[in-house]
């Protein structure tokens, strides 16, 4: 006699990824609690049928303010600045989330994450995968796939690393011990899907010294030309 199936509603559904960028800087006072949002979103993982992608991405603009951030760059200012170009906002701003590319909104507002988490999870996905190669204390070398899909996007690889923190000495956090989670240590293009066409990499990345290993995380993406997250997945990188 062949064993009793489980029931249906016995197996776990499918989980979808979506892409959640914070835009955030220690030199802003209201951005710790989006910071702490993002961290729960993150461990958590509250969304039925969702798998939250996190990034916190440092903006330098409030640098000269008090407090420079020792995440911030340049190239997260400008990242920024085209999403705020690709979905109409007046300016940049922090604390800032934006989901899939797609939308954005004030990144301390818990209600309207969670509600916008569950509904990008119903636009449909490209597959991406990602997995790891070969670690080493210095660098690791990933293994990157994407499916072949109906539209064409650049794909990304984001370093990112949790368990950090900072006390601030000066600016509108000044006293205050700042912590994050899914910090982006280095975010760069690693080549392009053309339409129709699976795509397959494997990027070599070096690991700087300061960054602690059983922290980080890779995060690879494809976004078409209009800003749009088509697909995203992510691996751990110590094992």
């Known amino acids: 006699m062949l064993p009793a199936l489980p029931a249906a509603d016995s197996v776990p559904p499918a989980r979808t990824p979506v892409l959640l960028e914070l835009f955030t800087s220690e030199g802003c006072s209201s951005c710790p609690p989006a910071d702490a949002l993002l961290a729960k979103l993150d461990e958590l993982q509250p969304v039925t049928g969702v798998t939250v992608i996190a990034l916190e991405e440092h903006v330098d603009y409030w640098d000269h303010l008090g407090w420079r951030d020792p995440f911030s760059s340049a190239d997260f200012t400008a990242r920024q600045q085209r999403y705020a170009e690709s979905l109409h906002v007046e300016s940049p701003y922090t604390p800032q989330m934006v989901i899939d590319g797609r939308l ?23 597959p991406v995968h990602v997995a790891v190669r070969d670690y080493s204390p210095d660098r690791v070398s990933l293994d990157v796939h994407a499916d072949a899909a109906g539209s064409s996007g650049d794909v990304w690889l984001a370093l990112a690393e949790t368990g950090l923190s900072t006390d601030v000495a000066r600016g509108e956090n000044a006293g205050r011990n700042l912590k994050h989670s899914a910090v982006v240590r280095k ?42 997250v088509l697909g995203a997945a992510e691996v751990a990188l110590a094992r």
């Open 104 to 126: 954005e909104f004030v990144g301390n507002d818990s209600n309207r994450a969670l509600h916008e988490l569950a509904n990008a999870a119903r636009t449909p996905k490209t």
């Open 187 to 228: 975010l760069s293009a690693i080549g392009t899907v053309k339409a129709g066409e699976p795509f397959s990499a494997e990027p070599l990345v070096k690991l700087a010294k300061q960054w602690k290993p059983e922290n980080l995380r890779a995060v690879v993406f494809v976004q078409d030309a209009s800003g749009k």
